[in-house]
């Protein structure tokens, strides 16, 4: 059986590099909880006219997991407030997270155009606008009308994920990139139409030796082939998204716009699991001549997530409104998960002792058992690599400089997100590191550099990687056309991943 590490270097064509330093002598162990999962799950309350609660306390909720009471360890009323502005990172600094402390930070929400799997839809009579087009649009007039402080993204799903605009709350700078951002063509009925014109012209001229019902049969193969194709890069793409939030802390809103809505329970998983809220918005909206909706569908992604719906309405761009504003006022609560068989679906139910009060969240999570070797996660790892968009599970901050063809990379470790466990008074455990330069056209440069980084960290060492993160220092060699560094720091039994971009135009000479 192969090892994680010779995984890494026969799929990524790595250097091997040594292992981590021994860390220096340290004082008593601490105590920390390291075996048991901290489940954390985000509660909406309302009332009975449908507005937020939000003086709820600890002692008025009680959460269940599989019908059992348990302790709330972790309470935090979420309320989103303006932030102010973060001091300008030093030149040279990166870092793959995109927000501050959750005490202290605005809401987060992500607009989702699907440009992949959606069809098109009746236009605007207004506009004239259909498709991702009426979304664009939708979404350009909701930017004009939203809160100060809230902090929006904007991506468009298609062959490649596309990231329009990253969050920001600077709305002219949102309005702008998404004034510049054009849907692509190519959707489900680019296939689908030309098949339906081709059936009905042989219909009617009657062809002779055409076989309607066969040429039929072919063609509707050719749709469905299509849409095939198209399913598989939509689920990675919504995986990379979940991923690159996974780092935010706190609730996070996604708001969905399509006509149709196709996601894998992985996805589902890595949402709820990095508190996304999915709201599934459909663009088709009140529409007589239309299929059957997809409202079950879209009712339980959103359940899943502790989301909501939205059908059955025109005015998208309130819809919109308010899902970012649903999520505004919310409770995090956490408890550690019963030791019990660890890949067991645990549903979950919360009660509030205030009457008049109705709570939405999510219903279930799934843990999955710690392995040895993770394959799944050796392919995430990879898949990782090529995202457009950082994954933030595992935080990594790090300075750079070059000297000529030569980078001093300075990064430092988030060791929280990487489970290290205690044992025999040393806490333990493995990750790896990968880097890889890439150049303008997007393929490779030069040859991948991995490591096993080794951990055994005394107990006061481990206390002060918490507070500081645990410092990593390389120099590498720059590979002639490359204009960008990708880091990648992943735990393979926990299949927690961050990856950091390095724009190396961005990185400043050695004086």
Known sequence: MRTPSLLLCLVFSALRQGEAQPPPEGAPDAVFRATTKLVQVSVIARD???????DLRREEFQIFDNGSPQEIRVFVAEKNTPETAPAAPPKGTFSNQVAGPAATRSGYSVILIDNLLATSLDPDPN??????????????????????????????????????????????LLEQELGKWKPSVDNPDTVAQPIKETIEVVRRALLPGMNLE????????SSRIDMAERMDPSDSEMEAVADHLAGIPGRKNLLWLS???AIGRRAIQKFSRASVSL?????????????????AAMNAIAAATGGLAFYQRNDIDVAMREAIEDGMASYLLGFYQPKEEQTAVHQLSIRVSRAGVTLRYRGSYQSEPRTAV???????????????VDATAIAITASATRKQDHLDLSATLDVSSL????????????????????????????????????????????????????PYRK????????????????????????????PLSKVEPTK
């Open 259 to 261: 006509n149709r809505f």
């Open 279 to 295: 709201y599934p918005m459909d663009m088709d909206g009140v529409c007589p001549k239309c299929s059957p909706r997809p409202i």
């Open 374 to 388: 993770a394959a799944d996660t050796v392919a995430e790892m990879i898949e990782a690599m090529n995202r457009p």
């Open 48 to 54: 009975q006219s449908g507005k937020p609660v939000a």
């Open 214 to 221: 066969s040429l039929q049969r072919q063609l509707e193969e």
């Open 127 to 172: 506009t004239d606008e259909e498709g991702a087009g009426l979304a664009r649009l939708k979404t350009l007039k909701l930017l004009r009308s939203l809160p100060l402080g809230e902090k929006i993204a904007i991506y468009a799903t298609g062959r490649a994920l596309k990231v329009i605009c990253e969050f920001t709350s600077d709305r002219d």
């Open 419 to 470: 489970d290290l466990q205690l044992e025999q008074g040393l806490w333990k455990g493995q990750a790896e590191l990968v880097a890889r330069f890439m150049t303008a056209e997007g393929t490779q440069a030069g040859g991948v550099v991995s490591q096993t980084i080794t951990f055994n960290l005394l107990p006061k060492t481990y206390a002060s990687a918490l507070e500081a993160g645990l």
């Open 475 to 502: 120099e590498l060699t720059i590979p002639p056309k490359a204009v960008e560094l990708k880091l990648l720091l992943g735990s393979l039994p926990t299949g927690k991943i961050g990856t950091l971009t390095i």
